[in-house]
């Protein structure tokens, strides 16, 4: 089989062995973003063995901590030593996780193992980006756009699904060694395949920044899942854990202008796109994500849709961003032109979140499938265009912290997102429970605002009716603030400035190749 390098896309042609490596980028990028949907689907029946119920939130919380604590740190190994093989340690750590995890005997065990494994997927969906940075040029990368948005989505649909089998037909175990045998295809197909430039920085790593960033993100995700829940946003531990994460950023910040080879390098920020795309990749984040939370509630509770099928609940927003994702890599590819998707990405996500605060107790589920479906055209505007954009924003050798710091506002904003939006739905809930059943509906949702089908089926019906209005009314709150939350993203993509993508594009008329682009100055 033929071997790829990062040279041998100079030609403009595509051989078979770029198809598997990116055949294997996808395995990858498919674990990092199905594990947490498939381990979610199996929480009940793994407290049912190993017990530590009180423990429960750390299942996730440490693999989420974990992702995003390495990211950065991930990116900045690939530029320094290569990425090949630092993409391939990501996935062997992460595997070691997964296999650590599937043989967990208690709870702690269990978090302690997931805390590995999301070591190792903060490499992976850096990983993937910043070799397709590598392999294909910014003016082709558009063609791979809609597989990677196919793989988005299939995980999303589809974690759910696959997760309820596996756990009732193999064991809950067996939703973590699922693992082993697609990283092992992803491991030996970029083995024998792909060749990138070996690389040996002689600089020492930035340890002292790495422990400031890490640091910095830690307190912020833990605040942003602690607060309102754990502990209330005003109470001493939240505002320790803020003035922690804020004194360890501004750290951060100053040493990273005195750092020999900084984690984040500062320079990257100077390109006003970059740091556009950044804004837009953190809003993006905390819309998608938190539309994902909140949908599939609302159609459970105030609809009477089955539970067993959510993740089938989201197609027609996975669906319109799977179409408008593929659109928009092909024009971008053929024209070179890319600025109107994050404008028009921004004009639909608002207009789509705005229409989903509209939803009330009478809404059909045609009316909010085509609400849903806006909300996912503006999504497929976004989604793989800011990475695009911010890759070509800098120099080839900053291409790690460049994909790497683009995850992270993402992830970030993902984080912000599920809190914000999270808090404001829970106290809306609390609120209308009280005016509409008073003392039965503040013990109904005194410990949670969120029931499961079968808490709701037991509940009295002026209780159950309560409820419904309640969602509706939590759901238009947090769906508003998203819309308001969007209009950012908006005025951040008006200002973007459209720069020649780098690479060859269509010839020109003569048979000659077309003009080189210009880059942008940072």
């Known amino acids: ?34 594990d947490n949907m498939i381990v979610g689907t199996a929480m009940p029946t793994i407290v049912g063995e190993l017990g530590g119920l009180e423990h429960l939130s750390w299942v996730v919380t440490a693999y989420t901590l974990a992702t ?36 967990a005997q208690d709870m702690g065990q269990l978090i302690a193992f997931r805390a590995v494994q999301g070591l190792g997927a903060g490499g992976l969906m850096v990983g993937v980006m910043a070799i397709i940075g590598d392999l294909v040029p910014p003016r082709e ?34 939703t973590f060694y699922i693992n ?40 912020i995700v833990l605040v942003t899942t602690w607060g309102g829940t754990e502990y209330a946003w005003t109470s001493v531990q939240i505002m320790e854990l803020i003035g922690i994460g804020v004194a360890a950023l501004v ?24 740091t556009l795309m950044s804004v837009i990749g953190f809003i993006t984040g905390f819309v998608m994500f938190g539309a994902t939370l909140f949908l599939p509630l609302y159609q459970q509770s105030v609809q009477g849709a089955s539970a067993t ?26 024209t070179g032109r890319y600025k109107v998707f994050p404008v028009a990405g921004g004009v639909l996500l608002v207009a789509g979140l705005y229409l989903l605060s509209l939803m009330d107790t009478g809404t059909s589920r045609p009316t909010s499938g085509v609400y849903m479906a806006v909300l996912g055209l503006g999504m497929g505007c976004l989604m793989q265009i800011t990475m ?29 997102g599920v809190a914000i939006m999270g808090a404001l739905f829970n106290h809306r809930v609390q609120d209308i429970m009280s005016e509409r059943a008073g003392a039965l509906g503040s013990k109904v949702t005194e410990q949670s605002a969120q029931l499961d089908a079968a808490s709701l089926a037991e509940l009295p019906a002026a209780a159950r009716e309560a409820y419904q209005h309640a969602v509706s009314a939590g759901t238009h709150g947090a769906f508003l603030l998203g819309a308001g939350v969007a209009v950012v993203a908006l005025v951040a993509a008006v200002f973007v400035k459209e720069v020649p993508l780098k690479g060859a594009g269509p010839k020109a008329d003569d048979g000659a190749p077309a003009q080189p682009p210009v880059t942008e100055a940072v």
Do not use: C
């Open 309 to 334: 099928n959510s993740g089938l609940l989201l197609l027609p927003m996975l669906g319109a961003m799977l179409v408008t994702s593929m659109v928009a890599g092909r024009v971008t590819t053929n």
């Open 251 to 274: 750290g951060f910040v100053f040493w990273q202008t005195r750092a020999a080879e900084p984690v984040v390098p500062l320079h990257i920020f100077r390109s006003r796109n970059f």
């Open 141 to 174: 990368r558009g063609k791979y756009q809609g597989i990677m948005a196919s793989a988005m989505a299939l995980a999303m649909i589809g974690g759910p699904l696959v997760g309820g089998t596996i756990t009732d037909h193999w064991g809950w175990r067996w």
């Open 180 to 219: 082993l045998p697609l990283g092992a295809v992803a491991l030996l197909a970029i083995s024998a395949v792909l060749h990138l430039p070996k690389k040996r920085s002689e600089a020492r790593i930035d340890y002292l920044g790495a422990a400031l960033l890490t640091v910095g993100i830690t307190a």
């Open 68 to 103: 995003a604590a390495s990211t950065p740190l991930w990116g900045k190994l690939g530029d320094m030593y290569g990425r090949k093989g630092s993409f391939m340690t990501s996935i062997v750590i992460f595997l070691i996780g997964s296999a650590l995890s599937g043989m």
């Open 1 to 34: 089989m033929a071997d790829i390098s990062a040279d041998s896309t100079d030609t403009g042609k595509q051989p078979r062995s770029v198809r598997v490596v990116l055949l294997a980028l996808m395995i990858a990028m498919m674990l990092a973003m199905l």
């Open 388 to 416: 695009l954009v911010a890759q070509n924003s800098v120099e080839m050798k900053d291409m790690g912290v460049a994909s790497s710091s683009t995850t992270l506002f993402r992830t970030l904003g993902s984080s912000f």
